[in-house]
């Protein structure tokens, strides 16, 4: 079974930054793409961002210049570092694995990031 597990969240004022991590298996990282999603309550699933197989990374237009995905190879783990933090991107964030057209096949549980002042 497909393994993920996000960490990193935690509470931050506006303006502040966040590291998530997503540690996976090595048999996934090599053969996957991997994404950031995020979902805020009361609100539906979001897409943050993704990192292709053949490296090209992708942000949805509210987190540009301010997100940046990566891959750690030696780890098999995800990163998601974000910077100048808005209270709307108060959510809680999920990995996500492989997958095509209709979004990923495979979900971490999900860790909480929390903006406020």
């Known amino acids: 079974q497909v393994q993920l597990l996000e960490s990193g969240g935690g509470s931050v004022q506006p303006g502040g930054s966040l590291k998530l991590s997503c540690a996976t298996s090595?048999?996934?990282?090599?053969?996957?793409?991997m994404h950031w999603y995020r979902q805020a309550p009361g609100k539906e699933r979001e897409f943050v961002s993704k990192s292709a197989r053949d490296g090209t990374t992708t942000y949805a237009d509210s987190v540009k210049g301010r997100f940046i995905i990566s891959r750690d190879n030696s780890k098999n783990t995800l990163y998601l570092q974000m910077n100048s933090l808005q209270t709307e991107d108060t959510a809680v964030y999920y990995c996500a694995a492989c997958g095509g057209s209709w979004g990923p096949d495979y979900w971490g549980p999900g860790t909480q990031v929390t903006v406020s002042s």
């Open positions: 090595r048999s996934v990282f090599s053969a996957c793409g």
